[in-house]
């Protein structure tokens, strides 16, 4: 089975994730733009019961551009967001890309919140793109 595991920027909060990510997911919003410092963030989701972490977390709450609220985990040593829990999809767990520092992992699948992205960020093709939110998996 496959494990990926992310990090921190000084290692005390890491992240095991268990066999393939449900999705790979880029976001344009503006608030994942104040959360990553970029232009974009990229968030892997994997299946609660796929992931482990180890060690502490600071915990900050916010309501998402969605209407939902994400819980969102920090190291508290380093201050790195390295994971959080959005309650629109209370079955995931959303874990930063770069976390993995994988140059191998799997490419997003999908971009959402478009309407609020850079017009200069250009994605590839097999990227599905959509203006808001994609609709629920069923």
Do not use: I
């Amino acid at each position: 089975m496959t494990r990926h595991l992310a990090r921190c920027h000084c290692g005390a909060l890491e992240v095991a994730c268990e066999g393939e990510p449900r999705k790979v997911s880029l976001c344009h919003c503006e608030q994942c733009q104040r959360r990553t410092g970029s232009a974009f963030s990229v968030a892997v989701f994997y299946a609660r019961e796929q992931v482990a972490v180890r060690g502490a977390t600071s915990s900050f709450m916010r309501p998402s551009a969605s209407g939902f609220e994400v819980d969102f985990r920090f190291c508290p040593a380093c201050g790195s967001n390295l994971l959080w829990y959005p309650a629109r999809m209370p079955a995931l767990v959303g874990v930063a890309f770069g976390g993995f520092a994988d140059r191998d992992f799997p490419m997003p699948d999908q971009a959402v919140w478009a309407e609020e992205g850079h017009d200069w960020v250009g994605l590839p093709d097999q990227v599905t793109s959509f203006a808001r939110n994609p609709p629920p998996r069923r």
